[in-house]
Nanobody, 127 residues
Framework: QVQLVESGGGLVQAGGSLRLSCAAS????????MGWFRQAPGKEREFVAA????????AYGDSVKGRFTIFRDNAKNTVFLQMNVPKPEDTGVYYC????????????????????WGQGTQVTVSS
C-alpha cells in the first residue's frame, strides 16, 4: 500500500519562494505520473502541476505556469513542487497524488485520474 506524505508548507511572503515535498513509501514513484493539486476554502480542488512517469514531461495549470516547477528525485523517491514568486491567490492546501496511468507521456490534469492522495500541506501566502 503506497503512502504519500507532503511537507514544506507554511507561511511565505508574496514574491518569495517555497518548496513542497511529497515522499512515498510502498511504491517507486518514478514508475508513475505524479501530480500536485491545491484547494482553497470554499473552492474545488484545482490542478497545479503534473510530471510524467519518465520525468521528461511536465504540465502546469495556467495560473502557476512560469512560476512553479515540478520535479523528481528518484533516489529519494520524492516529488517536489518549487513555488517561486507566490501570490496570495496561491494560498490553499496542497496535495500530491499518484496516477495509475501506464502511458509514458501522461500528465493527467483531472482529479479523478489520481489515487492515492497525500494528507495535504497548508500554504499561506501573505501580501
Amino acid at each position: 500500500q503506497v503512502q504519500l506524505v507532503e511537507s514544506g508548507g507554511g507561511l511565505v511572503q508574496a514574491g518569495g519562494s517555497l518548496r513542497l515535498s511529497c515522499a512515498a513509501s510502498g511504491r517507486t514513484l518514478s514508475s508513475f505520473p505524479m501530480g500536485w493539486f491545491r484547494q482553497a476554502p470554499g473552492k474545488e480542488r484545482e490542478f497545479v502541476a503534473a510530471i510524467a512517469r519518465g520525468g521528461g514531461l511536465t504540465a502546469y495549470g495556467d495560473s502557476v505556469k512560469g512560476r512553479f516547477t515540478i520535479f523528481r528525485d528518484n533516489a529519494k523517491n520524492t516529488v517536489f513542487l518549487q513555488m517561486n514568486v507566490p501570490k496570495p491567490e496561491d494560498t490553499g492546501v496542497y496535495y500530491c497524488a499518484l496516477s495509475g496511468s501506464e502511458a509514458t507521456t501522461a500528465t493527467p490534469r483531472a482529479v479523478g485520474s489520481y489515487n492515492p492522495w497525500g494528507q495535504g500541506t497548508q500554504v499561506t501566502v501573505s501580501s
